[in-house]
Nanobody, 115 residues
Framework: VQLQASGGGLVQPGGSLRLSCSAS????????MGWYRQAPGKQRELVAA???????NYADSVKSRFTISRDNGKKTVYLQMSSLKPEDTGVYYC??????????WGQGTQVTVSS
């Protein structure tokens, strides 16, 4: 599984960004995809995930502000981020998990929330 993340950048507090993660390769039995993030000096944490059945899961800190979605035809998962805060700053990593393998990681994309 190969994952290509895009969409990061610099945004002011209160702004929005949309991250994209395009998947390719052997996607058989991929049952979940999502995003982790890592802030400087902190551990990587789960931000949001979506299962093959469409169930979603969010970190408490981003609930009601972030929305994860997917386009099966485009093999792409999106993370719509709104009302961004400085504490959302970090490197965001896309991942995919199979029933018996993974996680597979994409390259990180930097999100910086600053005025």
């Amino acid at each position: 599984v190969q994952l290509q993340a895009s969409g990061g950048g610099l945004v002011q507090p209160g702004g929005s960004l949309r991250l994209s993660c395009s998947a390719s390769g052997n996607l058989f039995e991929v049952n979940a995809m999502g995003w982790y993030r890592q802030a400087p000096g902190k551990q990587r944490e789960l931000v949001a995930a979506i299962t093959s059945g469409g169930n979603t899961n969010y970190a408490d800190s981003v609930k009601s502000r972030f929305t994860i979605s997917r386009d099966n035809g485009k093999k792409t998962v999106y993370l719509q981020m709104s009302s961004l805060k400085p504490e959302d700053t970090g490197v965001y990593y896309c991942y995919a998990r199979k029933i018996l393998a993974g996680p597979f990681w994409g390259q990180g994309t930097q999100v910086t929330v600053s005025s």
